[in-house]
Each structure stands twice: as structure tokens, then as C-alpha cells.
């Protein structure tokens, strides 16, 4: 698996440019991470101030540097404003897998933006990175995540939840597999 985001890989679709996460960012990293409809599926904590949104946009460039994780700031290409994020962490790269996480404002969701940045995000993934297995973990009552994954031909893994270490709750896994990747 190739892990090295310097330069950091801006990507393009018909309607989006996915670019880093910067400081002008700041307010609407806020508004997302303190929204109670994007968080009300996310187990984190509530952003209460810019000055967390400051923090967590540090925090992501810092991991971004060390090559740890990557995010995307999702824009529209006519504007530069951060409307959602898309990102690989928890990558492992003994098992050649990294967990999938997105997020996008409400205003701009059920416009089909998430599976447009998706599919780009997941060729990225495979082509670029060479990852084997995309994993993602949506709440069980996520319908609109759950099915944006579905779309993008994630399936359930039950062997995976069954074997997870973690404290699942209301979580449920999905898994994509490179097949150009598996060996022979």
C-alpha cells in the first residue's frame, strides 16, 4: 500500500474539486462538526467553538503530513467552500485496508454529491494508494449511508463485526474489495 500525500492529491469530478482541509476552512468545519444532523450518526465529540474547528483542521493536516490518514475538503468547482469531508483513516497496512468516513452538509445532501466523491475517493483508493479492502462503518439506522455504500458495491461483513474488537453499538461494517488486487 502506497501511503505518501505530498503533494497532497487534489482530485477533480464533473461537479466537485476535492482539495486539503486548510484554516479558511474553519467556520464551515464548525458548522459541520456541530450540526446535530451530521453528528447525529457520528460517535464524536460535538465541536463548541471555532476554536475546535481550528484544532481538528491541525489535527488532519498534521496526520495528512505524517502520512497517517488523508481528507478531502469536498467544494463545488465553482466555488472554493467546504460543503463535506471524505477520508481514508484507520489504514492498516499489514492487511492492506483503510476505513472510509464522509460527511456532508444537509443543504447540499440528496443532490447525489456523496456518490460522485465516493467514486472518485474509491478509485483513488484502489489505483493510487492500493488498498485491498475499503472498509466503512455506518450506524445500523443510517439508510442514506447505508445505501450510498450499497450503490458502490460495499457489502455487509458479518465475519468482520463478528471478529471486530471494538465495541460495535449500533454500527454496522461494510467492505469493499479491490478485485484487480487479489492474488492468484
Not at 497532497?8 to 466537485?16: A, G, H, I, K, M
Not at 476505513?99 to 493510487?128: C, H, R, T, W
Request: proline content about 3%; hydrophobic content about 40%; glycine content about 4%.
Amino acid at each position: 500500500m502506497l501511503l505518501n500525500f505530498t503533494p497532497f492529491p487534489v482530485l477533480t469530478t464533473e461537479r466537485l474539486t476535492l482539495r486539503q482541509i486548510n484554516i479558511e476552512d474553519e467556520n464551515e468545519i464548525f458548522a459541520l462538526r456541530s450540526d446535530e444532523r451530521v453528528n447525529k450518526f457520528l460517535d464524536r465529540p460535538k465541536a463548541n467553538s471555532i476554536e475546535d474547528a481550528r484544532k481538528f483542521i491541525d489535527k488532519i493536516n498534521n496526520g495528512i503530513c505524517n502520512n497517517e490518514f488523508v481528507m478531502w475538503a469536498i467544494t463545488l468547482k465553482n466555488t472554493n467552500k467546504l460543503i463535506g469531508t471524505i477520508c481514508y483513516w484507520n489504514i492498516s497496512k499489514e492487511d492492506d485496508r483503510a476505513e472510509i468516513g464522509y460527511e456532508l452538509n444537509p443543504g447540499f445532501q440528496g443532490k447525489g454529491i456523496m456518490q460522485e466523491a465516493i467514486s472518485k475517493v474509491i478509485d483513488f483508493g484502489f489505483e493510487i494508494m492500493k488498498i485491498e479492502t475499503i472498509t466503512a462503518f455506518p450506524a445500523a439506522d443510517n439508510n442514506r449511508s447505508v445505501q450510498l455504500l450499497k450503490k458502490n458495491n460495499f457489502k455487509r461483513d458479518l465475519k468482520l463485526e463478528h471478529d471486530s474488537k471494538e465495541q460495535l453499538n449500533n454500527l454496522v461494517i461494510y467492505a469493499l474489495t479491490n478485485k484487480a488486487s487479489k492474488k492468484t
